[in-house]
């Protein structure tokens, strides 16, 4: 595959971000784009150009983030002067993107010469428009990016043809399809944690890793983003992208090296070795939920069908749990257990790996089991724990559990960086490595969409559960099958 043509000596910097003053931009790129220029992430002559539909000039533009972006840079990186000092980077461009002739008024911003960084944090559907209208500015050349923001597409089809539409005007090596998930440091870490590490891969491995279970919860409800979420749910939402990539990570085998297409050619084997699953696995392996009213951080809260414009009547889930397979001689018979969910009990991502049990103990303790489980925490924080037998204090020979603790934020006392940040310097600097290609997300829907038709086939409402629970109790039962629970009910 080619690659990122390169930038000439200390070239300028154009970042557009269509959508520059939405949800996105406010909360995650413009605060992650003020700490890259805290920092010194960013090149010398940066410009961040960010692009609307509101008819504002540049003192309105300023106060809007002023008032509203602040909020989301923490205090300690806060100052007076370096604000100063990245707003002058910033412009405001009244943009229609389905009007050619408005991108006018872009091109008499960029500077020239410069590399291009084209971020489209926009519905999908504007992709094309907007890529087309670039080419006819005259704004795309052999280097400039495009960043598109999940997810990308409903379906298999969809997805195919959103990739078409954008090969019409970029590369493949110049699109940078962006998933936040693989910019957290645990999850980079994971690769050096297999890879780097003699002891672990011997043990990676069928038969001695019993199960993985995979969770990503959120606490909050679907809240503004009902639109959007009502008819495309978890499925679509979160396990097509965030669970199967962190799913391709810990299941992938050894890269020949760190070579971005290395890394996603041993990823793309894993999704294409998934077993695919007939209408009669996904009503024996799958749970869909949609959460009831609860309580959830103290607070009451609303049912999903009560929520502001959700249909009264709507089959959308909030909750995923599944079990899958990988089809290769190193995971045979290891059971992976893929969980989402929101208004759950807590905010909280992580990775579990549980070994097998010792075929015969030497121990007459029979009120525990041997339980060695890696565990890999995301969110809220992030550490790396490894669960392990040990003697309680005393006489006699009474085992308990205990954790080794990885605790990376006091092993490394430099800054860590956020992942929309870390994510958004590797596009600057045209590191493809943590993006997904074109066939790795063509892939994941192929295998995501039979799930899809199945559960629409057995027509089948979503099961309740209670806001600030951990799902439906039928999800427990998919575990309890395989001798399994999940981590928090063990």
């Not at 000439?8 to 406010?26: Q, R």
């Not at 008032?67 to 923490?74: Q, T």
Request: negative net charge.
């Amino acid at each position: 595959m080619a690659t990122p043509s390169p930038s000439p000596a200390a070239a300028p910097l154009d970042l557009v971000i269509f959508g520059g003053v939405g949800d996105l931009s406010v909360r995650k790129l413009l605060p992650a784009l003020y700490m890259a220029h805290l920092h010194n992430n960013l090149p010398e002559q940066t410009r961040i150009h960010a692009l609307g539909r509101q008819s504002w000039d540049r003192a309105a533009f300023l106060h809007f983030i002023q008032e509203k972006v602040r909020g989301f840079i923490g205090e300690k990186a806060y100052t007076d002067e370096a604000w100063a000092s990245f707003v002058r980077r910033l412009t405001y461009v009244c943009i229609d993107a389905t009007e050619p002739a408005s991108f006018l008024g872009l091109k008499a911003e960029m500077q020239p010469g410069s590399d291009r960084v084209y971020y489209l944090a926009t519905a999908p559907s504007l992709f094309v428009d907007i890529c087309a209208n670039l080419s006819g500015a005259g704004l795309i050349d052999e280097r400039s990016r495009v960043v598109l923001e999940k997810p990308l597409g409903h379906d298999l089809a969809s997805a195919q043809q959103i990739n078409n539409d954008v090969a019409q005007y970029f590369q493949e090596h110049q699109v940078f399809r962006i998933d936040h998930y693989l910019g957290k440091e645990t999850v980079q870490n994971l690769m050096v944690l297999r890879f780097g590490n003699s002891i672990f891969e011997p043990l990676w491995r069928s038969p001695q890793i019993k199960s993985i279970q995979i969770t990503v919860a959120e606490s909050v409800g679907v809240g503004s983003r009902a639109g959007f979420y009502d008819g495309t749910g978890a499925m679509r939402d979160m396990v097509q992208n965030h669970l199967l990539q962190l799913l391709c990570i810990v299941a992938m085998e050894p890269p020949v090296s760190l070579d971005p297409d290395a890394v996603r050619d041993e990823k793309l084997k894993v999704l294409r070795s998934l077993r695919p699953m007939t209408v009669a696995d996904v009503a024996k392996d799958t749970v869909r939920g949609q959460y009831s009213a609860g309580a959830s951080g103290g607070e009451a809260a609303a049912g999903y069908l009560q929520e502001e414009n959700i249909p009264e009547d709507s089959g959308t889930e909030t909750f995923v749990a599944l079990k899958a397979h990988i089809n290769n001689w190193r995971w045979a018979n290891v059971p992976i257990f893929l969980r989402t969910g929101k208004r759950m009990a807590a905010r909280q991502s992580e990775i579990v790996i549980e070994f097998a049990e010792l075929p015969f103990t030497i121990f007459n303790d029979s009120a525990h089991k041997s339980v060695n489980r890696l565990l890999i925490r995301l969110q809220p924080e992030e550490h790396i724990q490894l669960q392990m037998m040990a003697k309680e204090p005393g006489s006699g020979m009474k085992l308990r559990p205990v954790s080794l603790n990885l605790d990376l934020e006091s092993a490394f006392t430099g800054r860590r960086a956020e992942a929309y940040e870390r994510l958004l310097i590797d596009v600057i600097k045209g590191r493809l490595t943590h993006f997904m290609r074109r066939d790795e997300l063509e892939a994941a829907w192929a295998w995501v969409e039979p799930i899809i038709d199945g559960w629409q086939q057995l027509g089948e409402k979503p099961k309740a559960y209670t806001a600030g629970s951990w799902g439906p109790a039928a999800s427990s039962a998919l575990m309890a099958r395989e001798g399994s629970s999940w981590v928090e009910e063990s």
